[in-house]
Nanobody, 117 residues
Framework: QVHLVESGGGLVQAGGSLRLSCAASGRTFSSYAMGWFRQAPGKEREFVARISRSGANTYYADSVKGRFTISRDNAKNTVYLQMNSLKPEDTALYYC??????????WGQGTQVTVSS
Protein backbone atom coordinates (compact mmCIF):
# COMPACT_ATOMS: atom_id res chain seq x y z
CA GLN A 1 0.00 0.00 0.00
CA VAL A 2 1.20 3.50 -0.87
CA HIS A 3 -0.33 6.75 0.36
CA LEU A 4 0.11 9.83 -1.84
CA VAL A 5 -0.55 13.46 -0.99
CA GLU A 6 -0.31 16.18 -3.65
CA SER A 7 0.21 19.87 -2.92
CA GLY A 8 1.23 23.07 -4.65
CA GLY A 9 -1.78 23.73 -6.84
CA GLY A 10 -3.44 27.11 -7.08
CA LEU A 11 -4.53 29.98 -9.30
CA VAL A 12 -1.95 31.49 -11.64
CA GLN A 13 -2.04 33.77 -14.65
CA ALA A 14 -1.18 32.50 -18.10
CA GLY A 15 2.58 32.45 -18.56
CA GLY A 16 3.18 31.83 -14.88
CA SER A 17 4.67 28.88 -13.04
CA LEU A 18 3.74 26.43 -10.33
CA ARG A 19 5.54 23.52 -8.72
CA LEU A 20 3.48 20.56 -7.62
CA SER A 21 4.71 18.11 -5.00
CA CYS A 22 3.60 14.58 -4.22
CA ALA A 23 4.69 13.02 -0.94
CA ALA A 24 4.60 9.23 -0.73
CA SER A 25 4.56 6.84 2.19
CA GLY A 26 4.08 3.15 2.77
CA ARG A 27 6.64 1.43 0.54
CA THR A 28 10.24 2.02 -0.42
CA PHE A 29 9.94 5.12 -2.61
CA SER A 30 12.85 4.29 -4.88
CA SER A 31 11.30 0.93 -5.78
CA TYR A 32 8.64 2.33 -8.10
CA ALA A 33 8.20 4.74 -10.98
CA MET A 34 5.92 7.74 -10.59
CA GLY A 35 3.60 9.60 -12.89
CA TRP A 36 1.55 12.78 -13.08
CA PHE A 37 -1.87 12.90 -14.68
CA ARG A 38 -4.54 15.54 -15.02
CA GLN A 39 -8.25 15.75 -15.59
CA ALA A 40 -10.08 18.83 -16.77
CA PRO A 41 -13.85 19.26 -16.29
CA GLY A 42 -15.78 17.19 -18.80
CA LYS A 43 -12.65 15.48 -20.10
CA GLU A 44 -10.96 12.16 -19.50
CA ARG A 45 -7.91 11.87 -17.32
CA GLU A 46 -4.74 12.24 -19.37
CA PHE A 47 -1.09 11.38 -18.91
CA VAL A 48 1.26 14.29 -18.21
CA ALA A 49 4.66 12.90 -17.24
CA ARG A 50 6.47 9.86 -15.88
CA ILE A 51 9.78 9.35 -14.09
CA SER A 52 11.71 6.15 -13.54
CA ARG A 53 12.67 4.77 -10.14
CA SER A 54 16.09 6.38 -10.14
CA GLY A 55 14.98 9.55 -11.89
CA ALA A 56 17.28 8.90 -14.83
CA ASN A 57 14.47 8.55 -17.37
CA THR A 58 11.54 10.88 -17.92
CA TYR A 59 8.65 10.95 -20.39
CA TYR A 60 6.19 13.70 -21.25
CA ALA A 61 2.96 14.22 -23.08
CA ASP A 62 3.50 16.28 -26.22
CA SER A 63 1.22 18.97 -24.84
CA VAL A 64 3.59 19.75 -21.94
CA LYS A 65 6.99 18.87 -23.42
CA GLY A 66 9.42 21.74 -23.01
CA ARG A 67 7.25 23.47 -20.40
CA PHE A 68 6.91 20.90 -17.59
CA THR A 69 9.66 19.03 -15.77
CA ILE A 70 9.17 15.98 -13.58
CA SER A 71 11.75 15.17 -10.94
CA ARG A 72 12.05 13.18 -7.75
CA ASP A 73 13.94 13.24 -4.48
CA ASN A 74 14.16 9.69 -3.20
CA ALA A 75 15.60 10.87 0.12
CA LYS A 76 12.44 12.91 0.70
CA ASN A 77 9.99 10.38 -0.82
CA THR A 78 8.69 13.16 -3.04
CA VAL A 79 8.08 13.66 -6.74
CA TYR A 80 7.72 17.12 -8.28
CA LEU A 81 6.17 18.65 -11.36
CA GLN A 82 7.60 22.03 -12.29
CA MET A 83 5.16 23.75 -14.63
CA ASN A 84 6.31 26.81 -16.57
CA SER A 85 4.67 28.91 -19.28
CA LEU A 86 1.27 27.78 -18.08
CA LYS A 87 -1.70 28.07 -20.41
CA PRO A 88 -5.43 28.19 -19.68
CA GLU A 89 -5.73 24.71 -21.21
CA ASP A 90 -3.48 23.40 -18.43
CA THR A 91 -6.32 24.01 -15.98
CA ALA A 92 -7.18 20.66 -14.38
CA LEU A 93 -7.05 18.53 -11.29
CA TYR A 94 -3.54 17.09 -11.17
CA TYR A 95 -2.88 13.64 -9.70
CA CYS A 96 0.30 11.76 -8.92
CA UNK A 97 0.37 7.98 -9.19
CA UNK A 98 2.62 5.03 -8.40
CA UNK A 99 3.63 2.57 -11.09
CA UNK A 100 4.82 -0.76 -9.72
CA UNK A 101 5.15 -2.29 -13.17
CA UNK A 102 3.43 -1.17 -16.37
CA UNK A 103 0.19 0.16 -14.91
CA UNK A 104 -0.52 2.74 -12.22
CA UNK A 105 -1.53 1.16 -8.96
CA UNK A 106 -1.99 3.91 -6.37
CA TRP A 107 -3.35 7.43 -6.80
CA GLY A 108 -3.45 10.60 -4.78
CA GLN A 109 -6.51 12.78 -4.25
CA GLY A 110 -5.33 15.50 -6.60
CA THR A 111 -4.47 19.20 -6.43
CA GLN A 112 -6.29 21.84 -8.48
CA VAL A 113 -4.43 24.02 -10.95
CA THR A 114 -6.29 26.93 -12.49
CA VAL A 115 -4.68 29.13 -15.14
CA SER A 116 -6.43 32.39 -15.93
CA SER A 117 -6.11 34.12 -19.28
Amino acid sequence: QVHLVESGGGLVQAGGSLRLSCAASGRTFSSYAMGWFRQAPGKEREFVARISRSGANTYYADSVKGRFTISRDNAKNTVYLQMNSLKPEDTALYYCAVSLRSSYDYWGQGTQVTVSS
